[in-house]
């Protein structure tokens, strides 16, 4: 097969031609800085407003609770940096939990390094956080609660709602990291009690470089980025244009299509699952099986390392990505993998496939067809399977 | 990532398998890192490595100096095969990633434990050979989930 067949839209995804068309303008026509007075430029500034409030409407939130940043990564630093300055009086103690994206776990380290106490909370064996034990988790210092809203890796969807609700009683405020999420499935920031979000233009066919952070009026939280006056003072920098256009056209296509979008990945999602559970052996499902982001599967095959597979995969013109350490740039396996429990030597096994609107059928089965045979050929060069093949002989003779 | 000779072992290893009644066999790495290499020795009495085969989990670089480390040591008698070094194994794949170096001191390692396995059985002493470091028997008790 000679075309390629991405799976990895939970690392980037393809910018719509639509959306590369509604920023074009902004590059070479309407390119004048927002803040300016004249009439040429003033009017990028409701180009700007018109995007807020497309965002707005889909999480159910004011559009002046829309800021533009650089991406979901320095949403989450804000978030979790501004409120830690702003709140110190009250408190120094955070809740989150093992899985978050590094954007939180690097942040609330270098929080910790600072005089703040985090709490990493565990999680069951498909990922989910139990609401109780972050109610249990809450002190008279805690200060804020970041869960995301669906991992990135294995694509469980946490009980937002619920925690949003544990958080409002304790009066902490509640910030989630939603960039695999948002856009994809159905959220209310009034519903889930949620104050502040995170969310990135390219993980919805919006380009790169773009994204925004919701903050709920009332939450006071300071600029992270100082310098000019744009974003109601909080966030300062010559707007981004054409990637503010960029992502609310984005916004906009990815919220007319999601109820189909959800059902039409849901059901190629299940069928790849189904087949291969069906047809390769020893393997795992690592994630919930039903609340899960409708574009993820996560599987872990035992005695085989992720990285061979991906250059296998890679040859056969298919992209996804894998937990395994060669991937991840350490000696350690992915940190989610581990968290649900997962012994080092099946985690480096895993495989990520994330799905978009543009698979199809026919895809998803020849890449199931194609996995079989590339899991089957790393195995017959495994020890590891060497010694469980002869394990299981011995034990069949007993 | 990697050079043409790397992927050209990752994708047609050469002389992967088992040998049985091995003449030595050593296992090295861990599961836990993600890298175990396994190879087996048939030594003739001239102690000449007359074939060699080998097993690995691991990454791309595991698999290609694994089977690097094989061809170098192919035909050679076990004083020349103590000369395979893990930087002769990457001079012969053009080079690998500096995160990937580690791969090529296992399969150093892995060579080193299949002829320590064979000076043991034989009661002989290998100039230069040391005991391996690393043996996935160890912890083999560990791993007995089933999926």
């Known amino acids: 097969m000679e075309k390629l067949i991405y799976l990895d839209n939970a690392a980037t995804t393809k910018t719509s031609p639509e959306v590369v068309s509604a920023m074009l303008p902004f590059f070479t026509e309407h390119y004048g800085n927002p803040s300016s007075v004249y009439g040429f430029a003033a009017a990028n ?144 920031v009034d519903e889930c009690c949620i104050d502040m979000l995170s969310a990135s233009g390219h993980k919805l066919n919006g380009p790169k470089g773009i994204g925004f952070l919701y903050i709920r009026k009332g939450v006071k939280i300071r600029s992270f980025i100082h310098g000019g006056a744009q974003e109601r003072k909080r966030r300062a920098g010559t707007e981004n244009v054409p990637g503010i256009a960029g992502l609310g056209k984005a916004v906009e296509l990815a919220a007319a299509s999601m ?46 390392e992720g990285e061979s597979m991906l250059i296998k995969l890679d040859l056969k013109g298919i992209c996804a990505s894998s937990g395994s350490a060669c991937t991840s740039g350490s000696l350690d396996p992915s940190h989610v993998l581990l968290a649900i429990g997962l012994p080092h030597e099946i985690a480096h096994g895993s495989l990520r496939i994330s799905l978009s609107e543009e698979t199809t059928m026919e895809e998803a089965d020849y890449v199931v067809d194609t996995l079989k045979e590339i899991v089957k050929e790393i195995r017959d060069i495994s020890p590891l399977y060497e010694d469980f093949v002869k394990k299981e002989a011995k034990s069949s003779k007993r | 990532m990697y050079t043409e000779k790397v992927m050209d072992h990752f994708q047609h290893p050469r002389n992967v398998g088992e040998i049985e009644n ?126």
């Open chain 1, 259 to 304: 109820k189909e979008r959800m059902d039409y990945e849901t059901k190629l999602r299940d069928h790849m699952i189904g087949r291969i559970e069906n047809e390769i052996p020893h393997c795992r499902l690592n994630g919930d099986r039903t609340k899960r982001l409708p574009n993820n599967l996560n599987f872990s095959f035992r005695f085989i």
């Open chain 2, 22 to 147: 091995a003449s030595g066999v050593g296992t090295v790495g861990n599961a836990k890192c993600g890298d175990i290499m396994r190879i087996y020795l048939d030594i003739d009495e001239d102690q000449i490595i007359r074939d060699v085969k080998f097993k690995t989990f691991g990454c791309g670089a595991a698999v290609a100096t694994s089977s690097m480390a094989t061809e170098l040591v192919k035909g050679k008698n076990i004083r020349e095969a103590m000369q395979v070094t893990n930087k002769a194994v990457m001079e012969a794949l053009d080079g690998l990633p500096p995160v990937k170096v580690h791969c090529s001191l296992l399969a150093e390692e892995a060579i080193h434990a299949a002829l320590w396995d064979y000076a043991e059985k034989n009661g002989i002493e290998i100039e230069g050979l040391e005991k391996p470091k690393s043996d996935i028997h160890e912890d083999e008790e560990e791993e007995e989930e089933e999926y």
């Open chain 1, 45 to 188: 500034k409701e180009v700007i407003t018109r995007q807020r409030e497309i965002i707005a409407d889909v999480l159910g939130a004011k559009s002046n609770e829309i800021y533009f940043t650089a991406g979901g990564t320095e949403a989450d630093n804000w978030a979790l940096i501004a409120t830690a300055e702003a709140y110190a009086a009250k408190g120094k103690h955070i809740i989150t939990s093992k899985i978050e994206h590094h954007a939180i776990l690097h942040t609330c380290e270098y929080l910790e390094k600072r005089g703040y106490e985090v709490t990493y909370l565990d999680v069951d064996e498909n990922g989910l956080i139990d609401p109780a034990a972050v109610e249990a988790a809450i002190r008279p210092d805690t200060i804020l609660i970041t869960i995301m809203y669906a991992n990135n890796e294995i694509g469980t969807i946490e009980p937002i709602a619920e925690i949003g609700r544990i958080a409002r009683e304790h009066s902490v405020l509640f910030h989630t990291d939603a960039v695999q999420a948002f856009a994809h499935v159905p959220i209310n």
